[in-house]
């Protein structure tokens, strides 16, 4: 498969899953596992620019498919627009939901680019955050999209 | 949590998926979007010996007029129904409720097969293709046949699907864009329904049908027969709970389900009488 652009190829066990494969083949630890249970979103990753629940989904079922995972966002200095904005409007606080918040983010925002108030709850209704109570998450994902649109606008 | 060990195969095509069913009989068990499956697997409630993976049957992946029905393939996720606009203009209420199921992530994985199959009474496509009057097309090794979805819920977890066939498509009537209401009541904004009614209204026929009311997904036809005869909303909908045997758990006990079924039917009619 690609993670974040590169190729990845690995033999693993058909149990293994992709949260697994990502952190412990792959290295790349910011994705977290915070449930295990299909719940929480900590580990959403992006498979073929959908977002997924990595720990409810096995390695070889993303066998020759693109992930992007939190490390993939921005390979430069420059923040990505949606990690900007969570920065900005302080749309997190332990961090922990952060990794899998943004990636479902940027999802979203792709096949919604001006969402309502009401769909950005909607939206991000597959990930718990425990600290900030949603209202900075939800202001950083409208200041992105304004963002995003005043650019291609 | 990890899944015990399994050896996995994955199908090119339905007739490959049938050929690796019959190969490996009762170990085998098929893997669609994984939804349900892989959080069993993981809990270890469900052990097969192998996967048979037919997510990737392409094939089987469409919404299409079929004259006086809609087909959807049985591979088709969540996601594809809710952004239909052939449902959204033919039936309505299936894309409506498809965008109600889970969240985001669960919707780009998840199949509309996979909710069937799997014969859950908490799940809210099979209540909605219940109250449809839908049919489901199977394909096992002697070919396809059709089955009625009256004749298609057994029981917890159990359908009329044998082990060796696949479910390959879902028919829907044309029911038009609007006519219907869905009053689900949950705690959490991700989760399943606690209780759930659906109402469907087409000419003069109104179909009531209802969720996690015991072990299968329910018709109310107490409530359909009472609204036939003239009965109000609200008397009609005092006749939801009669028959059913909802169970009792962590959110409700079965009192409270069955004081719910008869609040949130009573609601629908009303939403699609208004
Ligand atoms: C966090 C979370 C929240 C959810 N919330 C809801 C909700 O609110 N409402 C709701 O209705 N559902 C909900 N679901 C379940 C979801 O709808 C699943 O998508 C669906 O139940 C299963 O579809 P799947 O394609 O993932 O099937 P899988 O998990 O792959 O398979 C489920 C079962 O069906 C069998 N199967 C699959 N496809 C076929 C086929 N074509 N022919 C024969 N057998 C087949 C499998 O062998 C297995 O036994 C939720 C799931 C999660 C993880
Ligand atoms: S760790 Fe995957 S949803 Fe919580
Ligand atoms: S910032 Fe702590 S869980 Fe969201």
Sequence with gaps: MSVNGGAQDHDVEPRTLLVQYLRENCGLTGTKVGCDTSSCGACTVLADGESVKSCTMLAVQADGAAITTIEGLAPGAELHPVQQAFHEHHGLQCGYCTAGMVMAVVGFLDENPNPTEREVRLGIEGNLCRCTGYQNIVDAVLAAAAAKSGVSS | ?274
């Design chain 2, 1 to 274: 949590m990890i899944p015990a060990g399994f050896d996995y195969v994955r199908a090119g095509s339905s007739e490959e998926a049938v050929a690796l069913l019959a190969e490996y009989g009762d170990d085998a068990k098929l893997l669609a979007g994984g939804m349900s499956l892989l959080p069993l697997m993981k809990l270890r409630l469900a052990v097969p010996a192998v996967l048979v993976d037919v997510g990737r049957v392409e094939d089987l992946s469409y919404v299409r007029d079929g004259g006086d029905h809609v087909a959807i393939g049985a591979l088709t996720c969540h996601r594809d129904l809710e952004t239909s606009e052939l449902l959204a203009a033919e039936c309505g209420v299936l894309r409506s409720v498809a965008a109600e199921v889970g969240d985001n992530q669960v919707r780009h994985r998840g199949t509309i097969g996979g909710s069937v199959a799997h014969g859950d009474p908490a799940s809210d496509l099979p209540a909605v293709l219940l109250a449809l009057d839908a049919t489901f097309v199977a394909q096992g090794p002697a070919g396809s046949r059709d089955i009625a979805s009256d004749a298609f819920f057994e029981g917890f977890l159990e359908t009329a699907l044998a082990p060796d066939e696949l479910l390959t498509e879902i028919r829907v009537p044309k029911t038009g864009a609007g006519g219907f209401a869905y009053e689900k009541f949950n705690r959490r904004a991700q989760d399943w329904a606690i209780v759930g009614a659906l109402v469907t209204r087409v000419g003069d026929a109104t179909n009531v049908a209802l969720v996690n009311m015991g072990t299968t997904p329910l018709r109310a036809r107490g409530v359909e027969a009472a609204l036939v005869s003239g009965a109000t909303a609200s008397d009609a909908a005092a006749l939801a709970a009669d028959g059913t045997e909802p169970s009792g758990d962590l959110n409700a006990s079965p009192e409270y389900r069955e004081h719910l079924a008869r609040v949130l039917v009573r609601r629908a009619i009303e939403a699609v009488s208004g």
